[in-house]
């Protein structure tokens, strides 16, 4: 799939929930405060992902090992950032069953950042572990 495809339809996505979290719901405080986090976390994932650039890929696989913006404090940004900014949306929407779908969904998230790193590892060895070591996550 066209890596600019991609983005664009996970930023309409996220967007989408968003707006029907302002738009359906009042405006609690639980829904302000995942909102505002939502709001950070949202760019932060975009971000990352363009980050990535050419190394952003649906399966894990050892383009290129990205080292610099988010990458050079975070191993795994667009894992984090997704993951808070969905996570997020979905408290905002309160719909609690759809919200702990989302919170269920989680470790396969881990699992794909652990996996993602046994590949990286595999590939780029010891700078590999040298990056581990000076990131976080």
Do not use: C
Request: aromatic share 14%; no cysteine.
């Amino acid at each position: 799939m066209n890596r600019k495809v991609w983005i664009w339809g996970d930023i309409a996505f996220y967007l989408a929930v968003l707006i029907a979290a302002v738009i359906l719901r009042p405006r609690t405080r639980i829904q302000i405060a995942a909102l505002a986090v939502a709001a950070v976390a949202f760019p932060l994932w975009i971000a990352a992902r363009v980050q990535l650039g050419s190394a952003l890929s649906l399966w894990p696989e050892a383009r290129t090992l990205v080292t610099t913006g988010l990458y050079s404090r975070i191993r795994h940004p667009v894992y984090l950032f997704g993951t808070v900014a969905s996570l997020s949306a979905l408290l905002a929407l309160q719909i609690w069953p759809v919200f702990a779908i989302g919170v269920a969904l989680v470790p396969l998230t881990l699992v794909r950042a652990w996996r993602e790193q046994r590949v990286l590892e595999s590939a780029f060895g010891e700078r590999y572990r040298e990056y581990r070591e000076q990131t976080w996550f």
